[in-house]
Structure formats: structure tokens, C-alpha cells
């Protein structure tokens, strides 16, 4: 193990916040990219830890995992550039690669939503199950819940979270998990013409209302769509429900893809705010007409093709400039 990673941990220590050190080569402190807990100071679930011959930051909140030169680089520029510059003269001047972490299956804990029916529960026949099929959604049936009366079981998990349920009435629950496989918030679809059609329900106010943190994968490009039945024809995708779709711990593997809604101006400006920032942007053909990801899995347009689509379509830089002029109509 190089003696000057462990220089160097301690040199920006003062910079980890509740650094401690925790056995021979194990280091724990407060996340540097997520901030880990806003709610209690106290959290501290990032690491440092070894690995063979080298030394790794992980975070077990956000899922971030790098190398202590990236760690230096994004934490102390000047003090990156004292390190390489040892490195190279102590000879060691291999690149460090970062090590695919292994991603273990999460254990789902559904206490939360108890009161609903799974939609692989449902008895043939239910009228909600038109949903299932009108979206084509069968592979993901087991992600949806079945609510009869939506605002009076979230009144059980919130109480007076609507002071009138007059109008009550039934919706498809979509849970969002963490990465523990905790539900942390909720989205309720409606089936007809109920206002809103999305009402999302955060149980934690600290989190971001983020879908598929439990499958995601920040080893490889993550693609970040608005809505959570998108991002479940897409491999390693999240959706950031209602919310803004920028997550700087993620600025060199995001592919941001947003509703194909040329007119939009709220969109065109979330987009143009992206590009300015060195974002990849996906920009929908202008053949290619449908509103999202769910609409052309209901065209009969395959999920692998659609993930050549998106990498056909994908810009940064001047290049999305350009084609986000070409695309948008306002």
C-alpha cells in the first residue's frame, strides 16, 4: 500500500468533516459530494478503505465511490496537483483504475404501504389492470400497488396531509426506495382525469424525490428521465420526480432526457441551463413525435432500440446547442 495515499488522506483531513480514523486503513467521515444526512450532523457514512495495494473513498448514502486522486482533485486542486507530481517521482505513475463495487441485491422493506394490494395480487378481471396493459407494463407489474381511496391512506402515513377527502378516490402507488431498500416517498397515478394525475409524497423531507436509487449503478452512465414508468425501460436510469433533474455527483455519467415537449418553455430552459453547465442531453428526433420513453414502448418500439436512440441522440456542449435550437418550437 503507498505510504503517500496515507500522506496525503491526512493531509486533507481537516477538509472531512467528523474524520475519524476506525482501524488500520479504514477511515470514516461525512460525504463530500451528497453532504450525506442534512437532518442529523451526526451521519458520517463515507469511507475510506483498501483495496489490495490502494486506498478508495465510497459512500455509503449516495452510492459515490472514486479514487483518492479524484478525491484530491475535486476536494483540493493544488494539493492534486502536489500528489501527482510525488507519484511521479516516487516512479509510480500507473493510472489507478476505480473498482467496480459489487452491487448486492437490496431487501425491500414495504411496512410503509401497508392498506395496498400489489398489482401481481390483483385478481384477473380488476379494472386497474387496464393500466398494466394499456402502457404495456407487464415486466413491471410487481413495482405498482393498487390504493382504493389514495388520500385517506396517505392520511394514515401523514396525518391531515389533505385536510378534505370528499373527492377521494383510487391510484396506482409507485414506492421509491433507497439504496437500502427503504421507502422513502411515493407517487400516486391517477387511473382518469383526477387533478393532479401525479401527486408524489415524500415520508423523509431531507430526500430528494428520486426513483431507482435501489438499482442504480454509479459505476456505469446513468440516464435521468422526468418520470419513474420511463426510467424502467431504461438500463441503470432514475427519475427525479417533480424536481429539478441536475445531480452533481453524477455530471460525467448523466444523460439527462426529458420529455420530447419542443413547445415547453419550462423545459427548453432546464435544458439550455444543462448545456451551459457541460451537461449530455439527450434531444429527441424531430421525427419522432410521442411525449416520453413509455410512448414509444407502447408504439411497439423495443427498449433496446430505444437505448440506441438515445445514444444516437446524445450531445454536450456546442453540439446540444445546436440541436437544441433545431429541436425546440418556441
Given at each position: ?32 459530494y451528497c453532504g450525506d ?28 465511490g472514486t479514487t483518492i ?262
Amino acid at each position: 500500500m503507498s505510504a503517500l495515499d496515507i500522506q496525503y488522506i491526512h493531509t486533507i483531513s481537516h477538509k472531512l468533516d467528523r474524520f475519524k480514523k476506525k482501524s488500520q486503513n479504514l477511515y470514516n467521515f461525512r460525504c463530500v459530494y451528497c453532504g450525506d444526512s442534512q437532518k442529523k450532523q451526526t451521519k458520517a457514512r463515507a469511507y475510506i478503505y483498501r483495496v489490495k495495494n490502494d486506498m478508495f473513498y465510497k459512500c455509503h448514502n449516495c452510492g459515490k465511490g472514486t479514487t483518492i486522486a479524484k478525491l484530491l482533485e475535486y476536494l483540493d486542486p493544488t494539493t492534486y496537483k502536489q500528489y501527482i507530481v510525488e507519484k511521479y517521482k516516487s516512479g509510480n505513475t500507473a493510472s489507478v483504475k476505480q473498482p467496480d463495487f459489487e452491487f448486492k441485491p437490496v431487501k425491500f422493506d414495504d411496512k410503509k404501504l401497508k392498506g395496498l394490494i400489489k398489482f401481481t395480487d390483483l385478481p384477473e378481471g380488476h379494472p386497474a389492470l387496464g393500466f398494466i396493459t394499456k402502457r404495456k407494463l407487464d415486466e413491471h407489474k410487481d413495482k405498482f400497488y393498487f390504493c382504493h381511496k389514495f388520500m385517506t391512506w396517505v392520511n394514515t402515513l401523514i396525518p391531515n396531509k389533505f385536510p378534505t377527502i370528499k373527492n377521494d378516490h383510487p391510484r396506482v402507488v409507485i414506492p421509491f426506495y433507497d439504496i437500502k431498500g427503504n421507502v422513502f416517498a411515493f407517487q400516486g397515478r391517477a387511473f382518469g382525469i383526477e387533478e393532479p394525475k401525479y401527486i408524489t409524497i415524500k415520508l423523509e423531507e431531507n430526500k430528494r424525490r428520486i426513483y431507482g436509487l435501489d438499482r442504480m449503478n454509479m459505476n456505469e452512465q446513468v440516464k435521468i428521465v422526468e418520470g419513474p414508468i420511463d426510467s424502467m425501460f431504461l438500463k441503470n436510469a432514475i427519475a427525479v420526480a417533480g424536481s429539478d433533474l441536475e445531480m452533481k455527483q453524477l455530471k460525467n455519467k448523466a444523460v439527462y432526457i426529458f420529455d420530447n415537449e419542443p413547445r415547453s418553455i419550462e423545459i427548453i430552459k432546464k435544458m439550455q441551463k444543462l448545456i451551459e453547465k457541460n451537461y449530455q442531453v439527450f434531444i429527441w428526433p424531430k421525427n419522432i413525435k410521442v411525449k416520453d420513453i413509455n410512448d414509444l414502448i407502447c408504439e411497439n418500439i423495443s427498449a433496446p432500440e430505444i437505448e440506441k436512440i438515445i445514444s444516437s441522440n446524445t450531445f454536450s456542449k456546442l453540439s446540444a446547442q445546436q440541436q437544441l435550437n433545431n429541436w425546440k418550437e418556441v
